[in-house]
């Protein structure tokens, strides 16, 4: 009888030794493991599939395994394009061809579509149980932004949709956790309107304009999506007369909108435009905050 209980006090003392691990613990080991070597460092998938067998609906897990997949879906390398500007960027290094013609290398990332699209499968599965987290929206945003390059399509796609659930149902958004900011979804929107210009692409521009004509209209009292629609017309399509009435439109409803009011004096010096230069340097003169400006539009005034 002696050595059955003492064997079953060996058991006991034994016992938390084979209990699982919590979600917290794993996400712990997670952490530390990826902080030495990297999300997508050695030793890290084996965590990732013993966490994913415990908790397979972990978010945390899904983000981690989303991490993992994404580092290894590209490299950083070169490519070769006709162009000054890519992605916004110039090139790294310009040579000569055998014709004397510039030759232009680009930073770029190189993915290997079948990894990236194990990364977004996961990242996938934590926005169907989480459907109103914000991060793991933007996450998906961003991973697919890099991943099109200079043509968004599907960028511009899954973004649309976004704005539409949010208009239709109202989602009470959450951002880490946390009820989201009242702002936090519009801003958000605007900072990918950003992304899209810098492209410096058609179809960036493009869908610069598709998603701030989008916002425009369920935002109509709002000037800042319809003061992207003037710089798209300024700036992609070099129609001043089509930007000039976006900026006006965004006067009506701020005329001391400082934005507008510069890109319209901007506008008229281009064209050469002495009565439109007029019209907006006092405007100008009376909201920036800026006293060289102030001084140099107030000496512009004077010479006109």
């Known amino acids: 009888m002696k050595k059955i209980m003492m064997a079953f006090a060996m058991l006991l003392a034994a016992a938390p030794a084979f209990a699982q691990k919590t979600a917290e613990e794993f996400k712990a080991q997670y952490e530390r493991q990826a902080g030495y070597v990297g999300t997508s460092g050695v030793g890290v998938e084996n965590i990732l599939n013993k966490w994913a067998e415990a908790y397979p609906e972990d978010c945390d897990m899904l983000e981690a395994r989303f991490s993992y997949w994404l580092g290894k879906s590209f490299t950083n390398g070169t490519v070769v394009k006709p162009v000054d500007k890519y992605l916004g960027n110039k090139p790294v290094v310009t040579l000569k061809d055998s014709l004397g013609n510039d030759v232009n290398y680009f930073e770029d990332l190189i993915f290997v579509d079948t990894l ?21 929206r933007f996450q998906k945003l961003n991973a697919l932004l890099s991943y099109e390059k200079d043509c968004p399509d599907l960028t511009l796609l899954e973004l649309s949709a976004l704005i539409d659930r949010d208009s239709k149902s109202k989602p009470a958004w959450t951002y880490l956790g946390e009820p989201a900011e009242p702002n936090l979804f519009v801003s958000a929107v605007q900072e990918y309107c950003n992304a899209f210009f810098r492209l410096g692409s058609s179809g960036g521009y493009e869908a610069f304009r598709s998603i701030s004509e989008k916002m425009s209209k369920l935002n109509p009292k709002s000037t800042l999506f319809l003061s992207n ?5 300024l700036v992609a399509k070099n129609d001043s007369k089509k930007a000039l009435g976006y900026y006006n439109k965004v006067l009506k409803i701020d005329p001391k909108d400082y934005a507008a009011i510069k890109n319209c004096v901007l506008m008229a010096r281009r064209n050469k435009d002495v009565k439109l230069e007029k019209k907006y340097l006092p405007m100008l003169i009376g909201v920036t905050e800026d006293a060289k400006e102030k001084a140099s539009a107030e000496a512009r005034l004077k010479a006109l």
């Open 229 to 233: 629609l003037g710089t798209y017309w």
């Open 116 to 136: 990236y699209a194990k990364a977004d499968q996961y990242i996938g599965q934590a926005i169907s149980i989480k459907p109103d987290e914000l991060k793991y």
